[in-house]
Antibody, heavy 121, light 107 residues
């Protein structure tokens, strides 16, 4: 079955860290760029970060640049998002999303079910 | 930065009617635009990419058009499962990739 399964969400204090994982199955993971997209409670969609198929090229939205790091392990078909220096405004459901492209973010044709990250003291 | 403005914010229609959703870009994005559908408690689903190409498995009642700065998503003959929030997304500049959404509700 073609799917993405996120894990690693939870409650963290401001200034803390969390690491999200996304396990992919049912497609050739190493052939596609991957992304993280978040959605704050009751709000719209916000692209967070993307990574090319090889992992060499990474892309970040300004609000998370310098705090979040995207990476991938093609041998394990897994995408990661390391989130440091968390802020209250990072509270959201984080979706892992497969790209139609191979080398850079374009369009997202497969989404995970989402992982809730709550940043609060 | 490119800003996408969707209108209307809310659309109230009956099953069987046609829905016309608009997405306007603050500067030209040629045809680099996608449309997504999101139902409550679910992840978004890609409907249209490159302004007019239907994604795999998307019914023919969904169609996209436009280029430059003005884009339209048309849902002909609304089915009960089509009532949802729809987002447009551009891939030219990632500062604000998504529009704010249009909710298509049942009249």
């Amino acid at each position: 079955e073609v799917q993405l399964l996120e894990s690693g969400g939870g409650l963290e204090q401001p200034g803390g860290s969390l690491r999200l994982s996304c396990a992919a199955s049912g497609f050739v993971f190493s052939n596609f760029a991957m992304n993280w997209v978040r959605q704050a409670p009751g709000k719209g969609l916000e692209w967070v970060s993307g990574i090319g198929d090889s992992g060499r090229n990474t892309y970040y939205a300004d609000p998370v640049k310098g705090r979040f790091t995207i990476s991938r392990d093609n041998s394990r078909n897994t995408l990661f998002l390391q989130m440091n220096s968390l802020r209250a405004e990072d509270t959201a459901v984080y979706y892992c999303a497969k790209d139609l492209s191979d080398w850079r973010p374009q369009y997202f044709d497969l989404w995970g079910q989402g992982a809730l990250v709550t940043v609060s003291s | 930065d490119i800003v996408l403005t969707q209108s209307p914010a809310t659309l109230s229609l009956s099953p069987g009617e046609r829905a016309t959703l608009s997405c306007r870009a603050s500067q030209s994005i040629t045809t680099f635009l996608a449309w997504y559908q999101q139902k409550p408690g679910q992840a978004p689903r890609l409907l249209i990419y490159d302004a007019s190409k239907r994604a795999t498995g998307i019914p023919a009642r969904f169609s996209g058009s436009g280029s430059g700065t003005d884009f339209t998503l048309t849902i002909s003959n609304l089915e009960p499962e089509d009532f949802a929030v729809y987002y447009c997304q551009q891939r030219t500049n990632w500062a604000e990739a998504f529009g704010q959404g249009t909710k298509v509700g049942i009249k």
